[in-house]
């Protein structure tokens, strides 16, 4: 199958405090994308990660970031997206603190993210089974019930969450569960989740641009789950006409669809 764009890839952006996590400039990713024939999500830790967050000063930077690289490729292949953090039990995010809205949002559940009133917290889900579950799969549809996310990156990675209610929940709205190449999820939760009618796209989450659009376990993973091609939307037959969040992107898969050359299939 051959995917035609990449969203989830961090940049040296999510390195703001000098610890070792990302590398890599948007040039870099959208180079190594470029070079495989796709497209690129720039897609950075939100602003409530305490180590790894964006800053949401740095947010007018990364976007002109985005927007230079484009120029410089003389098509637009990059977008500019955020992977944004669940910050509470309600449903909260860190999205609201972006100070303008990208083109993409990505919505996650990550460990060292400030918490606010009824927090998550990952230890707790240690010990808290079902019912830790269960609050955790309440906070993300409340989340893509009120915020315009596109996509959940890493369904049940950190913590658990309850495939089928997620994955109903997710169709209804028109919102993707990410099926991710370093944490991908097991051939039963992927079963589960496109029997309660899922719709996917394949990620690297690349932390480097060596590794913007690899997906061998990713892959690995959908098609040991026979997960069929019309459900993940970065595979190129998809047609953008589902009535899910990222059908806005349909124009940009076209292009890319139409124009790249030297792509590699999987
Ligand atoms: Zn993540
Ligand atoms: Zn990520």
Redesign the pocket.
């Known amino acids: 199958m051959r995917i035609l764009f990449d969203l989830?890839t961090?940049t040296r952006f999510?390195t703001p405090r000098g610890f070792s996590h990302a590398v890599g400039s948007v040039a870099q990713n959208l180079g190594a994308a470029l070079a495989k024939g796709m497209g690129v999500g720039i897609?950075n830790?939100g602003p409530a990660h305490v180590v790894y967050g964006i800053s949401p000063k740095a947010y007018a930077a990364l976007a002109r970031e985005v927007e230079d690289a484009n120029r410089a490729a003389g098509k637009k292949r990059a977008l500019l997206s955020c992977?944004c953090n669940l910050t509470s039990q309600k449903g909260t995010t860190d999205f609201s603190l972006l100070p303008f809205a990208p083109e993409v949002v990505?919505l996650?559940y990550h460990k060292g993210v400030l918490q606010r009133e009824e927090p998550l917290f990952f230890w707790r889900a240690q010990r808290g089974g079902r019912a830790f579950a269960a609050k955790m799969t309440a906070a993300l549809i409340s989340a893509i019930e009120r915020e315009p996310i596109d996509v959940i990156?890493?369904p049940g990675e950190y913590v658990p969450v309850e495939y089928a209610a997620l994955a109903r929940a997710a169709a209804a709205l028109g919102v993707v569960l990410e099926i991710?190449d370093k944490h991908p999820m097991t051939e039963e939760q992927l079963n589960i989740c496109a029997e309660n009618g899922a719709y996917f796209v394949i990620s690297s989450?690349a932390?480097k641009p060596a590794r913007v659009g690899c997906f061998s376990r990713a892959a690995a993973a959908a098609k040991n789950a026979k997960i069929p091609l019309e459900r993940i939307v970065n595979c190129d037959i998809y047609r953008f006409c589902a009535g899910l969040r990222v059908d806005k992107l349909a124009g940009f898969a076209q292009s890319i669809r139409e124009t790249s050359t030297g792509f590699s299939t999987i």
Do not use: C, M, R, V
Request: aromatic share 0%; proline share 0%.
């Open positions: 989830h961090h999510s897609s830790h992977e990505l996650g990156t890493h991710n989450d932390h």
